[in-house]
């Protein structure tokens, strides 16, 4: 910052913070919320007026989801499934975003019209058809369905496309005078480029699929090839449900994501004059 | 539903049942050599009944494997099974859980004719009769469950209120919640708990109203038992539908941890409780069962049959199911509803749809079972109607009167303008 | 391969993805060229597309034309479905609700994120931290979302309402159980959710915008905003077109979130497209029906997604 410090500024500053700090902490509440819940008996987990101190403090709900629960099975399945998709996304639909934002050819802005158009239908009214397709093929009751089902969705595709697009194209243009085939382009100048847009993609692929809940509700029944949220649901049960518990799983759950997030910062926010491209 | 429609349709039903029943008089011969056959269930972690009639099937019948499908709980096991049922990959044997969309099951071919099951199981078995349509049936109840009227007997004590003696109408209920609510006079402790379901409300004005019918198209029988639940919620005898949403409370912590006097609840929450006091999730108090609050005093009373209401849990067989198992299946249906697979389940406090002795002095055997004698009287005497009367529209005028349902309990629209209203979308959706 | 750069740069040093165009080489021949190898870039992800979505997609339109109940065979009955939507009041408060929903959670979740990804795109100290708890949101579970916010909207026991009792008398509002502020507690919780996720893809497309650029509108004596709004915004465009498609689109298919906060009500306050599509499909067994309501929600999507389309191509032009 080379702006000078004046008391005003800095007035401006600690009001900015202070403002920031207050909305982080009400952003958070839903959180803070879970984790309480998980720290309590499940009859205390709803009350009307909300307890917001858990008494008596239940640390066993995090030792009981391990040991009674098959916390492990769900969190390697989940992993299995939300790794698989989320490559397959990235590699293919940043593959194909090239040839929709830097080829022209006939048929292609009606072509990606279509892969918006499927966005546009909800999946619950479609996904009776796609069960009754991937059950013919013999592939329901496997992690393969959940793994087909999201990994060629448009909407990588249209992301990736949008931001090839904000790429000056002199960078590609001078590569191919330099005798680069367009699959050289799209690896070599392309890629290290986007990565501001591969890393969002990478960790929303990644959410969507380790949040998934209708997918696995539909195609998934044996117990060994339960997902988190699956196994979650399944403590709500018929005539009573561990409430304390979904909180301990939800907990758990959400904390690899905000890891990766934390950790994957820089990526995020990776300008293009940053990477030292220089064409 | 008016109860002479009710019983005259119970005697063509069981006409009907007495002419198939001619038809299938030889019992079925049980196939040789080892056979399985798999039945679809729910949580199977925390209710065994499906275990336990498997294994009690298996133990009669070794030859047999009972191979279990566990689908998820609640709603999403109707959602799961449709999908399943829709690409042919359900189980030769399931659950057709909802009454509500027993008819698009039956119509939609995915259902085998099991008539001479039927025919074979004891008239009295709750739930029965209606399962027939156009004369044959499709599936079996195993479990009814019906509503009663649960109430905290130390709260009771505390506030100074006399404890129901089975000649409670709706009234009087209404009055000792508000008495109760006074006397124990604790800011968090109200008179009674209404769950936010809409039977909770419509399952008793339509079981106990005289001509009332879910497609007559006319529902002013539910404005006297919604005044009175309002009526409740305004004064403070229970916290309102507005809390018990919005703070998403659960009937189990409300009435468990002693935060409700009375609680109108169905039978399956005695197997609750009994767990939660002895795992201490509850809390330890003495509790009672009396029979559900009644509209008038023609059925109020112990020498009475006091009307409630609950839908039987019924078995049906895939139709898709493969030739050689349809006796093995059928088998095993009419040992799950009839008096074995009733001692059963009785035997883990589930309430069977075939209550006899047996079934009642297993209950009441479980450590933790309240002994009194109305508490016995309440589960084993009452005229259970279904919430979902067997019927083609049943589904969609559900949908509407749920609707309905969070319009008047949150107070958004009067009682009577949401009836006239909901009375025009049937009209105008349904049919 | 050779290709002239010539007419392609634009000021900014920005092109727009026009192709190459060639001058000496005959223009049918690469233009087969072009074709065969943008498809070699498209297939891979086209293959599964087709297969996996498309094609239940198109079975999707065919089922709107017939009287399906799920189990049994398909009925042909033509447009009577859609028919039977012109009468359907339910169906006109389900389109009226979703209208509303998206029309007030379209702008304001724009603005709300842009303003987001602006103010963490800086070099604030923990920066890092405050997107981390902006997305926060987005990952968190949506049951307990729901609860939580329910909780506060309580109309008796919650939070805002006894905050803002301190400064308004009289009645305060019902907020999800009030059949006239249920949809407003809705939207609130809507954007406060989606947020942070279009936060992430405004910030990527940030990310593309030349520092060089906005150092020489600072000398040139640009203030703030006008640096915002002839620098920042013209450099965001793809983005910007991203995001308000995906908005829309994900405006007009809300789901999840209402089913969880107030399951549509209360009555029918808050019922939406693609809630009265799952209630007459998986409630109902009407599938023939609720398809030809997913087709007219998908029409109307792609018609403002067209309209933004066209839009963009011409500004782009």
């Known amino acids: 910052m080379t702006a000078r410090t004046s008391p005003f500024r800095r007035f401006g500053r600690v009001l900015l913070y202070v403002t920031m700090i207050v909305a982080a902490a009400g952003i958070m509440l839903p959180f803070a919320w879970m984790v309480i819940s998980s720290l309590k008996l499940n009859n205390q987990v709803f009350t009307a007026p909300v307890q917001w101190i858990p008494d008596p403090v239940q640390w066993s709900n995090y030792i009981d989801i391990w040991v009674k629960a098959d916390m492990v099975t769900w969190v390697r399945n989940t992993l299995v499934v939300s790794v698989a998709v989320t490559f397959l996304q990235v590699l293919t639909g940043s593959f194909a975003a090239y040839g929709f934002a830097k080829m022209r050819f006939p048929g292609r802005d009606v072509l990606f019209l279509l892969y918006i158009g499927t966005i546009a239908v909800p999946w619950q009214s479609y996904m009776i058809p796609q069960f009754q397709m991937l059950s013919s093929w013999g592939l329901n009751n496997t992690l393969w369905a959940i793994m087909l089902l999201q990994a060629f969705g448009a909407f990588g595709v249209f992301l990736m496309k949008q931001y090839y697009e904000s790429i000056p194209d002199s960078l590609s243009e001078a590569a191919r005078i330099d005798g680069l085939s367009e699959y050289g382009i799209w690896w070599r100048i392309i890629i290290p480029l986007s990565v501001p847009a591969l890393a969002s993609l990478t960790i929303i692929t990644f959410v969507q699929t380790w949040n998934d809940y209708l997918g696995p509700l539909i195609y998934l029944r044996e117990r060994p090839l339960w997902t988190i949220q699956l196994g979650l649901q399944s403590f709500i049960g018929e005539y009573n449900a561990e409430h304390a518990l979904i909180m301990t799983g939800s907990v758990l759950s959400v904390l690899p994501i905000a890891l990766i997030f934390l950790l994957g910062q820089r990526y995020f926010v990776q300008g293009i004059a940053t990477t030292g491209v220089k064409g | 539903m008016n109860r002479k429609i009710m019983s005259a349709f119970g005697v063509a039903a069981a006409a009907s049942l007495a002419l198939t029943g001619c038809g299938g008089e030889s019992e079925p011969e049980a196939p040789e050599g080892p056979v399985t056959i798999s039945l679809a269930g729910w949580d199977f972690a925390s209710t065994p009944e499906f275990q336990t009639l498997a294994d009690a099937y298996e133990e009669a019948n070794p030859d047999v494997t009972v191979e279990l499908k566990e689908y998820p709980a609640g709603d999403d096991y109707d959602t799961a099974l449709t999908a399943d049922l829709s690409a042919g990959a359900a189980p030769d044997v399931f659950i057709v859980k909802n009454l509500k969309n027993y008819v698009t099951f039956q119509e939609g071919g995915t259902l085998l004719d099991i008539s001479d099951v039927a025919a074979e199981l004891d008239p009295e078995t709750g739930g029965l009769e209606p399962m027939a349509v156009d004369g044959a049936t499709y599936a079996v109840p195993y479990r009814q469950d019906s509503w009663l009227l649960y109430y905290n007997k130390e709260l009771f004590e505390k506030a100074g209120v006399d404890l129901p003696d089975g000649s409670w109408t709706w009234d009087d209920y209404a009055a000792a919640a508000e008495e109760l609510t006074e006397g124990v006079d604790e800011k968090s402790v109200t008179g009674t708990y209404l769950h936010s379901w809409q039977s909770t409300v419509q399952g008793f004005a339509l079981a106990q109203t005289e001509g009332a019918a879910l497609d007559g198209g006319d529902f002013s029988f539910l404005a006297p038992y919604y005044e009175r639940e309002l009526a409740l919620q305004d004064a403070g005898a229970q916290p309102s539908y507005a809390t018990v949403t919005t703070n998403e409370l659960t009937y189990q912590a409300q009435f468990g941890t002693q935060k409700a006097a009375m609680m109108p609840m169905g039978s399956w929450y005695i197997g609750t409780l009994v767990a939660e006091q002895e795992s201490g999730a509850a809390d330890t108090f003495e509790w009672g069962i009396a029979p559900i609050p009644q509209l008038d005093e023609s059925t109020t009373g112990t020498e009475n049959t006091p009307v409630t209401f609950g839908d039987p849990t019924t078995m049906g067989i895939n139709a898709g199911i493969d030739e050689s198992k349809v006796e093995t299946a059928k088998d095993f249906l009419s040992f799950a509803a009839g008096p074995e697979g009733a001692a059963a389940l009785a035997g883990i406090g589930i309430t069977p749809a075939l209550i006899d002795d047996t079934v009642a002095d297993a209950i009441f055997s479980l450590e933790g079972v309240p002994q009194d004698e109305l508490s016995r009287f309440s589960y084993t005497t009452h005229e259970t109607l279904p919430e979902n009367p067997v019927g083609q529209n049943t589904a969609a005028i559900q949908t509407i009167l749920g609707e309905m349902h969070s319009a008047v309990m949150s107070e958004s629209t009067p009682v009577d303008e949401a009836i006239t209203e909901a009375e025009e979308r049937v009209a105008n959706e349904v049919g | ?317």
């Open chain 3, 1 to 317: 391969m050779t290709t002239p750069v010539v007419g392609n740069q634009r000021t900014l040093g920005f092109s727009q993805p026009e192709p190459s165009r060639p001058l000496r080489k005959p223009r049918t021949s690469l233009k087969v060229r072009n074709a065969l190898i943008g498809w070699t870039f498209i297939l891979p992800n086209f293959l599964g597309f087709a297969v996996l979505t498309l094609t239940p997609v198109i079975t999707l339109f065919y089922m709107s034309l017939t009287n399906w109940n799920i189990f049994g065979t398909a009925e042909w009955v033509g447009l009577e479905n859609f028919a039977r939507l012109v009468g359907d009041k339910s169906f006109h408060i389900a389109l009226g609700n979703t209208l509303y929903y998206a029309a007030l959670h379209i702008p304001i979740t724009i603005i709300v994120s842009l303003a987001l990804a602006l103010l963490l795109n800086q070099k604030l100290r923990g920066a890092a931290f405050f997107r981390t708890v902006a997305f926060f949101p987005y990952i968190t579970s949506i049951v307990a979302v729901a609860v939580v916010w329910n909780m506060l909207f309580s109309p008796e026991f919650g939070p805002i309402n006894q905050f803002l009792g301190m400064f308004v008398g009289g009645d305060l509002p019902g907020w999800t159980v009030s059949k006239d502020w249920a949809m407003p507690a809705v939207i609130i919780v809507g954007t406060w959710k989606d947020m942070g996720y279009y936060m992430l893809l405004f910030l990527a497309g940030l990310q593309t915008v030349p520092t060089e650029l906005h150092e020489a509108a600072r000398i040139d004596g640009a203030g703030a905003w006008q640096r915002f709004w002839n620098v920042t915004l013209p450099c965001l465009r793809p983005t910007m077109f991203f995001v308000t498609v995906m908005v829309t689109i994900q405006s007009l298919k809300v789901f999840d979130l209402i089913l969880v906060m107030t399951d549509g009500g209360p009555g029918q306050a808050t019922l939406v497209l693609s809630q009265y599509i799952y209630q007459k499909g998986f409630e109902q067994f009407q599938f023939g029906y609720a398809s030809a309501i997913a087709v007219v929600l998908f029409l109307i999507c792609i018609l403002v997604t067209v309209v933004q389309f066209l839009y963009n191509k011409r500004r782009d032009a």
